[in-house]
């Protein structure tokens, strides 16, 4: 488990990014690109009136997202009850491509009960098994 990919709210891209420099000097790799688009500035996605209007506007982080979920070897779904549901759908993807997965916050719905699944309830336990655990 060396290659992350962070699947959380958009407006979250702040908070992941911090994680991923938490995580960067103890070799994790984080291959979330969605945390740095737009210099890190914007604080929401594509709302449904630009997709609805031009679809094609989408596609390209669509793709983006689902390359990033392909590289890395864990993806850790971050859970708060807001969002579109995108990262629903990451966590789909990476369950179907057997990827591990990891659930920080509470479970949403039953997919977050399978066999296999690991839950923290927050990133501070997480990191502390992961990485103190790991050291010491």
């Excluded at 997202?65 to 993807?93: K, L, M, P, W, Y």
């Amino acid at each position: 488990m060396k290659r992350l990919y962070f699947a959380a709210h958009y407006a979250r891209n702040a908070e992941m990014r911090n994680y991923r420099d938490r995580l960067t000097p103890f070799g994790y790799e984080v291959t979330s690109r969605w945390i740095d688009q737009h210099g890190g500035s914007l604080t929401e996605a594509l709302g449904e009136s630009d997709l609805n209007a031009d679809p094609s506007l989408g596609t390209p982080y669509a793709e983006k997202d689902i390359a990033d979920i392909v590289a890395a070897d864990t993806v850790i779904s971050f859970t708060n009850g807001q969002g579109r549901g995108g990262r629903h759908v990451e966590f789909g993807i990476a369950w179907a491509l057997q990827k591990q997965l990891i659930i920080i916050g509470p479970r949403e719905h039953v997919f977050h009960c399978l066999p296999g699944i690991h839950c923290w309830p927050n990133f501070t336990e997480f990191y502390y098994n992961l990485v103190i655990g790991a050291t010491g």
